[in-house]
């Protein structure tokens, strides 16, 4: 019975153990930043027709016949919003929970994209999460990182280790993806809708509790 018990005690003690790794705050050991932004919406509409912000939620959506935010690009339709640049030695991390309404497809919500005035030599983005196939979470079109995530309230959190060109995503606080940067000096987080090839015909998200972390 007492090496029952001592058995009984590890077991716990390992799932704790585990359930402790599961659920670790990937904030942990970084600073808060002062959240700003600015929204980016298409150019012949005024703001509030496609960004609200009421409760603590921010809600923006976009239409696939929309214009681009600027007269001065080709980009397709979008509405998000920007983050200020940040640059080497930093590490910096972005956080929100995002929900995501049925019907919305074939959109980026979150992305890391290179400074403006490095992007023509490094590529425009290094990191994508896109809502495809009728409800899947992507790295760009690609790896599936969480699926049927339609009406959800998911946590997302996007680290981005400048130094060492590293891009770590946690969803709901497990590790799903890692990948390499580009070379660039400066970056800047975005989220929000961007319309990506075959968008619907609306693209709607809300975010909340979104937060800038850094780590020197």
Known sequence: ?????????????????????????????????????????????????????????YHLWVFNNDKPFSERTRTLPRTEM???EY????????????????GTNNVCIV?????????????????MLDVRNDGDLRHYADKLLDS?????WVHVNVIH???????????????VGQYKANAAKSFYFKCGVYEQRGGSDEMQVYFRNVKLWSRQ
């Open 1 to 57: 019975m007492r090496n029952a018990g001592i058995w009984a005690t590890v077991f716990c003690t390992g799932v704790a153990v585990l359930a402790a790794g599961v659920l670790a705050d990937p904030t942990d050991g970084w600073s808060p930043q002062r959240l700003s932004f600015n929204v980016q919406y298409p150019y012949n509409v005024n703001k509030g027709q496609r960004y609200t912000y009421t409760n603590g939620i």
């Open 82 to 84: 920007r983050f200020p």
């Open 87 to 102: 640059e080497k030695p930093q590490e910096e991390q972005f956080e929100a929970d995002v929900m995501v309404p049925r």
């Open 111 to 127: 992305q890391i994209h290179t400074s403006d005035q490095e992007s023509p030599k490094y590529g425009p983005t290094v990191f």
């Open 148 to 152: 049927d995530i339609y009406g959800k």
């Open 161 to 175: 280790n400048v130094p060492d060109r590293q891009i770590q995503c946690y969803i709901n606080n497990r590790l």
